[in-house]
């Protein structure tokens, strides 16, 4: 399964850039988005390594809320496990 991560931007030298997400930096490349379509403090989805898509913080909030109760629910089966 593939999985993109929203992360927000912290750094740009375009093509590349670094982005954060849950305290947790990363060098990402922003070449696969037009220059000049991100900027510093916006969020992306990235997926191996690269911004993928431009998406508002409400949609990133949402993301991380759906992987913390899959995170949730991983944990109970392995502590019923």
């Known amino acids: ?3 993109g991560v929203p992360m927000q931007v912290v750094e740009i030298n375009y093509p590349s850039g670094v982005a954060e997400a849950r305290g947790v930096k990363r060098n ?3 070449q696969l988005l037009p220059e ?3 900027n510093i403090g916006d969020h992306v989805i990235v ?3 690269f911004a993928i898509e ?3 913080e409400k949609m990133a909030d949402e993301i991380w809320k759906g992987f913390d109760e899959i ?3 991983m944990d109970e089966e392995d502590e019923g496990a």
Request: proline content about 0%; charged content about 20%.
């Open 54 to 56: 431009k998406v508002d």
């Open 28 to 30: 990402i490349g922003l």
């Open 71 to 73: 995170f949730r629910l």
């Open 36 to 38: 000049g379509d991100v």
């Open 47 to 49: 997926h191996v390594g």
């Open 1 to 3: 399964m593939c999985v």
